[in-house]
């Protein structure tokens, strides 16, 4: 679903997906479908009709029952932030590819380390390529994706994004997405598949095969993307941040590419006091920790807390 509210000169739109008390939790909540959905502002507006637009928002969730509302915030689409106030969380970082500067510059925005590792790619003749059409390729982007998921051990959110998932998503978007992809002596050994829009490249979802990794294919593959999409028009590659926001490897393997850092904040609102302090208590109970320990966990809401 969608919140919209709208006023003579503008409107907000904010993407929710809803969840409810069929999920077993007995609450309703709503929250940003995954990656930087953010909450959209069109048209004119001033800093207090776009807090009053958020306010109406708040108002109308919260007359159909729901008790809090979770929103990651875009990093590049930041106009509406200042619209959250109290609720805007600093979750954490991530990384922006300026395409618009020339390739000297793009070139000398990386880490000597990584320039040095584009170059052994090239002279070991790894060749990256745009993997069309995109519909043939997704058995292959699945598979290496699942690959590196198992390999690094990610959480078992990831792997929910299989074959299937893919040709929903390649039917959903068909066109603003693209797959790219890096070979070697014939071998597609890595993959990354993105979505374009309105001049932003967002970096989606990839991998990169285990027996080709001390080739570091994903590095020569970032930057030949980078190259593919300034090419093509596009005015920023949104690389994205460390997984929960946290500056790990995969953000120092991020950082690597530029130094243009943008803030990332997510929206964490109480739309129900009174309801989410009694689920709070109940969920402290359940995992045998203090109310404070719950709430000092940093998951929101808290309720939803994992064991």
Avoid at 53 to 80: K, M, N, T
Wanted: hydrophobic content about 40%.
């Amino acid at each position: 679903m969608a919140g919209y509210v709208r006023w003579d000169s503008g409107a907000l739109l904010v993407p929710l997906l809803a969840r409810g008390p069929e999920d077993g939790s007995g609450v309703l909540d709503a929250v940003s479908p995954y990656g930087y959905a953010g909450a959209l502002f069109a048209g004119e507006s001033d800093g207090a009709t776009r807090r009053a637009a958020v306010q109406e928002l708040w108002q109308a969730l919260r007359q159909l029952g729901y008790c809090s509302v979770f929103l990651r915030l875009h990093p590049i689409l930041d106009g509406a932030n200042d619209a959250f106030e109290s609720t805007l969380h600093h979750t954490g970082d991530t990384v922006v590819v300026d395409l618009q500067q020339d390739e000297v510059a793009l070139w000398m925005g990386m880490e000597k380390n990584t320039r040095s590792v584009v170059r052994r790619s090239h002279r070991l003749g790894l060749v990256v390529e745009r993997l069309e059409p995109l519909g043939e390729h997704l058995e292959e982007l699945a598979s290496i994706y699942t690959e590196t998921m198992e390999r690094v051990g990610a959480a078992p959110a990831y792997f929910t994004f299989d074959l299937a998932y893919f040709r929903e998503l390649h039917a959903g978007l068909d066109r603003l997405l693209s797959l790219v992809g890096v070979k070697a002596e014939g071998d597609t050994v890595c993959v990354s598949l993105n979505s374009t829009s309105h001049g932003i490249v967002q970096s989606m979802l990839g991998g990169s095969r285990t027996a080709a990794r001390p080739l570091q294919p994903t590095v020569l593959e970032t930057y030949e993307s980078m190259l593919l999409y300034r090419e093509a028009g596009a005015r920023y590659l949104h690389l994205g941040g460390g997984v929960g926001g946290q500056r790990d490897s995969l953000f120092r393997f991020k950082r690597s590419f530029s130094n243009d850092i943008r803030p990332y904040y997510s929206v964490r609102a109480v739309l129900d006091e009174p309801r989410y302090s009694q689920l709070v208590s109940e969920r402290a109970r359940s995992l045998g920790v203090s109310v404070a320990q719950l709430l000092g966990s940093g998951f929101f809401p808290a309720y939803r807390a994992p064991l």
